[in-house]
């Protein structure tokens, strides 16, 4: 069973930094998307950076030049860095990936809250 597990969530300052993990486990094949959304109280969840895995990636408008996702293919792992925090950057964050034959799969989350 594919499970991924999210971590490095927490409180930080605003301005500050956090890097945030996603680590598959149970899978024996190469996810061919990864990517990491978001959900904060009373919206919905937005996606805040794909890695398409092919070379592709897009990020939300409002985190761009901020946040960078990165993958260690080999170990099915993605990783968001996150600088520059603000505020509005508070919510759960999700990591999501897709495999080459329709499914996909999500973290449970993990918490980040931006507060002076």
């Known amino acids: 069973q594919v499970q991924l597990v999210e971590s490095g969530g927490g409180l930080v300052q605003p301005g500050g930094s956090l890097r945030l993990s996603c680590v598959a486990s149970?899978?024996?094949?190469?996810?061919?998307?990864m990517a990491w959304y978001r959900q904060s109280p009373g919206k919905e969840r937005e996606l805040v950076a794909l890695?398409?895995?092919?070379?592709?990636?897009n990020y939300a408008d409002s985190v761009k030049g901020r946040f960078t996702i990165s993958r260690d293919n080999g170990k099915n792992t993605v990783i968001l860095q996150m600088n520059s925090l603000k505020p509005e950057d508070t919510a759960v964050y999700y990591c999501?990936?897709?495999?080459?034959?329709?499914?996909?799969?999500w973290g449970q989350g993990t918490q980040v809250t931006v507060s002076s």
């Open positions: 999501k990936a897709w495999d080459n034959y329709g499914g996909t799969f």
């Open positions: 890695d398409k895995g092919d070379s592709t990636i």
């Open positions: 149970g899978a024996i094949f190469r996810f061919n998307a």
